[in-house]
């Protein structure tokens, strides 16, 4: 009834104005709709477009204009004559489509496979092999590449002097190799949460007609789940376009630029060039946005219902003797992104060198790591930001999600794109709208300006999971409260809250994880008073410190896993229903 909900045209006569706010007016209150949920409704319609389109509207601003933020300047078209007029900038665009699609192909290869073995077959040890596939999210893109740099080295690689293999990781490949390892969680997420919804009827008709199982996947159950394909894929592509840590690590040694290194060296590379840099960050945002009209147009062309009015069935395949070999495939993905560079970084943090020889050993390294006059300082700050970030977000989210799936107010539409936003800007490029937007603002220079950067990045994030949560909660809870005279906000607060609190839980550690490793937005937005914890393991990479960088790592990711493990073991949080 809410979502067929109009407003009226009131009849033709007396009244003018008046009368048709009066109509309108009734309209609202016919339709239940009280006057907090529509204040509610549209403080966070507004929030949500200050929040995006404040800095993307600066940054547009910044593309025509000489000065650099927080100075007047002349309109100007030179930034665009200087940017599309360089070779070096088509250049990274190529690059930064090649890094696009080969990540995401990469990311398939490993992530449907997974899912499809996790959900669809009677492989032993399901919850070891899904643990070994969304490990890889709880850690970070920036630690791999790190990591990596001491194994696939084509010089001192561990991989090349182990094992004789010519690995080069200071290529585009092996910016796709590391990516993609990394990026393949968000394909099992997508792929196992669609598979769990495929009636195994329709694979068995193409049995029964004779068509074997490869041709069946093919042909059948991928093309019913091609809407969490291309949602995944979407999503990995749009991500991997603006990843700042792995492209810098990786590229800058072999200058090797992307767009997103690109945008970084154009506005911090003396002298710095912001009309430049605005202009490729918009040309990524258009990026995104093609990419994800592309899909829509590609979804509306086909119809792909999976649940019918009939009984649902899900039947196990049996892998027979392939299962020793899909079991160990299953696990040694988590063994090559999780195990492999944890035991490397490891090894060279007790080690006063980044050596692939097993000694000399050291803790000389972790002394001058932890000795760092401001490593406690930076700790701190991290943990109080994504802390006091992921609270807020929380706060945030739990709302715009009710009001979207639960309210009768007009607008939510408006207010569910506007959330979903962000999904097409970069953190890079995000970073780079909030220099243009408040760098004359009192909280330019705090952490409050990371906070807002994180809030706006990972909006989508917090709205989808809690999202998921609201629409399990049915509605005959929250008409009972107002049945026996319960408002909206009552209901809300009383009713819909302590249900949502599980989802809750788990959203908040995904959120405090995601801030606490978070780096592209970070590498633009911090000064020397607001470094965070990544960024204090960057700048010891610039400085060749790789023993002190492996031991900063390694801090931040015992950090990320520790709460993970309070969470789960002591608060009892089950943490997977929000990433499936």
């Known amino acids: 009834m809410a979502e067929g909900f109009k407003l009226s045209k009131p009849a033709a006569g007396p009244g003018g104005i008046g009368g048709l706010v009066r109509a309108q007016a009734q309209a609202l209150r016919a339709s239940g709709v009280t006057a907090v949920e529509m204040a509610v409704m549209g ?3 507004l929030l949500a477009l200050w929040m995006v389109l404040y800095p993307v509207a600066w940054l547009v601003w910044g593309v025509f204009h000489s000065a ?8 100007t078209l030179q930034n665009f004559r200087e940017v599309f007029w360089n070779p070096s900038y088509w250049t990274a665009v190529g690059r930064t489509l090649a890094l696009g699609i080969g990540v995401v192909v990469l990311s398939s290869a490993i992530g449907i496979p ?3 073995l996790v959900v669809k077959t009677d492989l032993p040890g399901k919850r070891w092999v899904e643990l070994s596939a969304i490990l890889p999210f709880f850690t970070s893109t920036f630690i791999g590449a790190l990591a990596w740099t001491l194994l696939g080295n084509p010089t001192n690689g561990m991989i090349n002097l182990w094992l004789g293999i010519p690995l080069n990781i200071y290529s585009v490949w092996g910016m796709i190799w590391v990516t993609g390892v990394y990026m393949a969680p968000y394909m099992y997420l997508f792929t196992a949460a669609a598979l769990r919804s495929v009636d195994t009827t329709y694979e068995e008709v193409s049995f029964t007609s004779g068509a074997g199982l490869l041709r069946t996947l093919t042909r059948v159950t991928f093309p019913l789940i091609l809407p969490a394909l291309l949602s995944g894929m979407t999503l990995v592509f749009i991500i991997t376009m603006g990843v700042f840590g792995v492209a810098a690590i990786l590229g800058f040694p072999a200058r090797i630029y992307v767009l997103a290194t690109d945008i970084y060296s154009k506005a911090f590379y003396s002298p710095p060039r912001f009309g430049e840099a605005s202009v490729a960050a ?3 945002i258009v990026m995104s946005a093609l990419c994800i009209m592309s899909q829509r147009w590609l979804l509306r062309r086909g119809s792909y219902a999976l649940v019918s009015g009939r009984g649902f069935r899900l ?12 079991l160990a495939g299953s696990l040694s993905y988590g063994l090559i992104a999780v195990v492999l560079p944890f035991l490397v970084m490891v090894k060279v943090s007790f080690q006063p060198y980044a050596t692939p020889n097993f000694g000399p050993w050291t803790l000389n390294s972790w002394y001058i790591f932890f000795n760092k006059p401001d490593l406690m300082d930076t700790t701190l700050r991290s943990l109080y930001l994504s802390t006091a970030g992921a609270t807020l977000s929380i706060l945030m989210t739990s709302v715009i999600a009710y009001v979207i799936h639960r309210g009768r107010a007009p607008g939510r539409r408006l207010l569910e794109q506007i959330t979903a936003m962000p999904v097409a800007i970069p953190g890079i ?8 937007g408040y760098i004359i603002w009192p909280i330019w220079g705090t952490i409050w300006i990371l906070v807002l950067a994180y809030l706006t990045i990972f909006m989508p994030y917090g709205v989808r999971a809690l999202g998921a949560n609201v629409i399990q909660i049915h509605h005959e809870l929250e008409e009972s409260s107002r049945v026996h005279g319960g408002s909206w906000l009552r209901t809300f607060l009383r009713v819909v809250l302590p249900l949502l609190r599980p989802g809750i839980s788990s959203t908040w550690i995904l959120l405090f994880v995601i801030f606490l490793r978070e780096i592209s937005a970070a590498v633009l937005l911090t000064t020397h008073t607001t470094r965070v914890l990544p960024i204090l393991i960057f700048e010891q990479w610039t400085d060749g410190e790789l023993n002190i960088m492996c031991a900063g790592a390694l801090l931040l990711t015992f950090i990320m896993f520790s709460v993970i493990s309070i969470f789960k073991l002591v608060f009892k949080v089950d943490v997977t229903p929000v990433y499936r």
């Open 43 to 45: 403080a966070m319609t």
């Open 68 to 75: 650099p933020p927080g100075e007047g300047g002349e309109w």
């Open 114 to 116: 997974l899912a499809w």
């Open 282 to 284: 918009t040309s990524l």
């Open 315 to 326: 039947k196990l395949y049996s892998l027979g003797k392939l299962t020793p070999f899909a």
């Open 429 to 436: 490029v995000m970073g780079l709208g909030l220099i243009w």
